[in-house]
């Protein structure tokens, strides 16, 4: 079964692929959107600090609307 990690990356990677040409994401909406994803509980510090390196690399800007 794969870890925590695994699981948040997966999804971050799911949600980042169909906004694909957006060039600004809401931190928000993103968080909202992962946890009804995964279900899980998470620390909001390193969701968000995976969600901007992983938006980084695909040259898109995040929103710290948090």
């Known amino acids: 079964m794969p870890d925590q990690s695994a ?3 997966a999804a971050i990677g799911r949600l980042l692929s ?4 957006v060039a600004v994401i809401s931190m ?16 909001d510090e390193s969701v968000q600090d995976l969600l901007l390196e992983m938006a980084e690399v695909r040259g898109m800007m995040v929103t710290l609307d948090v």
């Open 7 to 9: 699981l948040i990356r």
């Open 18 to 21: 169909e906004k694909t040409g």
């Open 28 to 43: 928000k909406e993103s968080i909202t959107e992962l946890l009804a994803r995964t279900g899980q509980a998470f620390s």
